[in-house]
């Protein structure tokens, strides 16, 4: 029996990669789009909705991803929704993501200043165009750095769909031990490469995060002078 | 005929009552300078006309509409009505130009080459025909400013409202935009303005509205500035010496 | 969702094992209590040693906060498990789960500590530099308690993060909440009504936290009590 990790399993760790990037972007992109609903129900005029999607979040940040996972993976079959891992992950990565996305999100559309509402309603624009042409643009802006920030909160997290036997990184990493046992150095590797995708997104992030700043301070100066 | 008539207006923040029963009227092509001190309820009465607040009791009507109706049509209002801003207000992400465009185009549906157009003549008209691709962020305060009152300007409004909109600037800056005000007033537009400068009232205004303690306290010509009636006014005016 | 109407839910078995639930809770308070104490040490140290003006302690710093902040947790706590073990180490799961647990939560700490000091203002600093304290006594009577006022919010949002994370520790076969759901999923075949317990308890430990958290800020920033603001 040949104990040492060889070619092979270095191609199927990185298999495992190429999943755990395709589970971060469902993760993102079902996230991202539940997230702006919650953000805009978080803001919403109507209180109902507001009640509706603060409960909303409340309850997912006080659950852990694990047990979301576990409620859809192993509890929604008992009452006839089987899902496969993937799926299951995908869904429950997707409700996490939206209560954290949509509260980042809530904060970036309160940071644009009311006086921005205001001059826009001034000008004869409609709600719907308030919010698309002139809101909406300035919220993106302020959102970027921490929701790029964010996704790599989502690819660490991906992870977790191991533990329900989807074969991602984390997941391959473990087959790979099964078969040889060489646990420390196995696990290594595989942190490693987590490190080459989530670092370079992080520098990314804390870039964007200072020329925000700074063009803010620009700005700034140019209005004081 | 008066454009714009405010009657026995008021309103409450809470337990504070802000307005105590305004009135006053707005002839066409007049300038009416609102004055007093801060907390005068001058601001707010602007801000009524606009209905970016809405009012208790009273009536208030503008170009025909009456802006204390509950069913009124907010948009039509707005497209009769310009307002400027103490903070000017201009859209960060958008260049001067589009931000002149943007009401044009999306509320008149005009074609991009004719709200360009109009984009170029106001921004003459103000002088800044020059900062037509700049961000607001690389303008001055005083460009800025002027770059606001054009955007107003290119909705071709019947009555255009300015509240405090010098009071951020310095005095240089100040002038350029009041220079700006000055040829809108000669040009024949209505205008209610808000402001703490008191010998551009006196110059530029048909009608000076003093309020105190949310009431008109003195109203009048131009000419109350130099001989005020009331006590109020007088020390008012002499404060600002 | 006509079937979830049909087979009505039934919690009597899970709740008849109260006393995992209990235990299982226990571990998960004392894992959380443990590592919030440990973890706030390391980061504050980490924090201090990221300003520091010497160029080896800061780098080793860095260098641990972004190895740690750019892993996942899952993975963190396997290789603490497996590389302990290696070194000859034989520690019991819980003790690998308060390591790997204090290695985790020092990172995010240690950034948001940073976060905290840099907001205190230059002045500060030199004002007790020129009243002749030492920089360990300038952090320690000068900045400490105001940069903490200042990301309290974030500190407290961090430790309930972790509480939450707590749950993986379940992977290694620490007992704690989440373990005993699996167990008691596993002998009552009603997987959903077992985990929706344990969010529902997750949820109320979180809150409550959350309000322990108010009232440690209440104790520990007396000026905020004394001025009437919130946290």
Redesign the interface.
């Known amino acids: 029996m040949n104990n040492a990790i060889n070619a092979t399993h270095l191609t199927f760790l990185l298999t495992g990669a190429f999943w755990t990037l395709v589970l971060s972007l469902m993760a993102f992109v079902g996230g991202g789009v539940v997230g702006l609903v919650i953000a805009l129900g978080r803001t919403s005029p109507v209180r109902f909705l507001r009640i509706l999607s603060g409960g909303y979040v409340?309850?997912v940040?006080?659950?852990?991803?694990?047990?979301?996972l576990?409620?859809v993976y192993?509890?929604?079959?008992?009452?006839?929704y089987s899902l496969s891992p993937m799926l299951a992950a995908g869904l429950s990565l997707t409700i996490y993501v939206s209560a954290y996305l949509g509260e980042i999100w809530r904060g970036c559309l309160e940071a644009v200043?009311k006086?921005?509402w205001?001059?826009?309603?001034?000008?004869?624009?409609?709600k719907t165009?308030r919010m698309v042409?002139?809101i909406l643009?300035?919220a993106v802006?302020i959102a970027t750095p921490p929701t790029v920030g964010f996704s790599?909160q989502i690819i660490?997290?991906t992870?977790?769909a191991?533990?329900v036997g989807f074969v991602e990184l984390?997941r391959a990493?473990q087959l790979i031990n099964n078969s040889i046992f060489q646990?420390?150095s196995i696990?290594?590797i595989?942190?490693l490469l987590?490190?080459c995708m989530?670092?370079p997104i992080?520098v990314f992030s804390r870039r964007l995060e200072r020329t925000g700043a700074s063009?803010l301070k620009?700005?700034e100066t140019?209005?004081?002078? | 005929m008066p454009v714009v008539v405010l009657k026995d207006v008021k309103k409450s923040f809470g337990s504070l009552q802000v307005l105590r029963g305004v009135s006053f009227s707005v002839d066409k092509g007049d300038v009416v300078a609102l004055i007093g001190a801060s907390g005068s309820g001058k601001s707010t009465a602007l801000r009524c006309i606009d209905r970016l607040e809405t009012i208790d009791s009273g009536t208030i009507d503008v170009c025909g509409y009456s802006v204390s109706d509950p069913n009124l049509d907010l948009r039509r209002l707005r497209l009769d009505v310009g307002i400027v801003f103490q903070s000017y207000n201009l859209f960060p992400h958008l260049t001067v130009e589009e931000n002149i465009t943007l009401a044009p185009r999306s509320v008149k549906r005009m074609q991009k080459a004719e709200a360009s157009e109009i984009a170029r003549e106001v921004l003459a008209q103000v002088g800044l025909s020059d900062k037509a691709d700049n961000y607001p962020e690389q303008l001055s305060g005083g460009q800025q400013q002027r770059a606001a009152i054009a955007r107003s300007l290119a909705m071709q409004p019947k009555v255009m409202l300015f509240d405090e909109v010098t009071s951020a600037l310095d005095p240089k800056l100040t002038g350029e935009v009041l220079k700006v005000i000055e040829t809108l007033a000669a040009s024949g537009m209505t205008m209610i303005m808000v402001t703490h400068e008191m010998a551009f009232a006196r110059r530029v205004a048909d009608q000076v509205v003093y309020m105190h303690q949310g009431r008109v306290h003195e109203a009048g010509a131009a000419s109350i500035l130099t001989h005020p009636t009331t006590a109020e006014l007088s020390e008012f005016i002499s404060n600002d010496l | 969702m006509a079937r979830v109407l049909e087979m009505k839910l039934d919690f009597t078995a899970i709740l008849a094992r109260w006393q995992m639930l209990l235990d299982g809770m226990a571990l998960t308070i004392q894992l959380a209590v443990i590592t919030i104490l440990t973890g706030f040490l390391i980061g504050t140290a980490c924090a201090i040693a990221r300003r520091s003006k010497f160029r080896l302690p800061a780098t080793i710093a860095a260098v641990y906060v972004e190895l740690i902040r750019n892993t996942p947790f899952l993975v963190q706590i396997f290789v603490v498990y497996f590389g302990l073990s290696s070194l000859g180490f034989k520690f019991t799961a819980v003790t690998v789960a308060i390591i790997a647990l204090t290695i985790n939560v020092g990172a995010y700490t240690a950034e948001i500590m940073r976060a905290g000091f840099d907001s205190i203002h230059r002045g500060q600093w030199e004002a007790a530099e020129c009243l002749g304290l030492t920089r360990v006594q300038a952090y320690w009577h000068v900045a400490l308690l105001p940069a903490m006022e200042r990301i309290y919010p974030s500190l407290t949002s961090q430790f309930i993060l972790l509480m939450l994370a707590s749950s993986i520790t379940s992977q290694i076969s620490v007992e704690e909440l989440t373990a005993a759901a699996n167990f008691i999923q596993s002998e009552t075949y009603r997987p959903l009504e077992t985990y929706i317990v344990i969010a529902i308890i997750y949820l109320a430990l979180s809150l409550a936290l959350r309000l322990a958290f108010w009232l440690l800020g209440m104790l520990i920033f007396p000026r905020r009590r004394r001025l009437g603001t919130n946290l």
């Open positions: 409340q309850i940040q006080g659950t852990p991803l694990l047990v979301i576990f409620v192993f509890g929604l079959p008992t009452v006839g200043p006086a921005q205001e001059a826009a309603e001034c000008l004869a624009l409609s165009q042409k002139v643009p300035q802006r790599v660490k997290n992870s977790l191991s533990v984390a990493g646990p420390f696990y290594m595989v942190a987590y490190f989530c670092f992080s063009r620009a700005a140019a209005v004081s002078a």
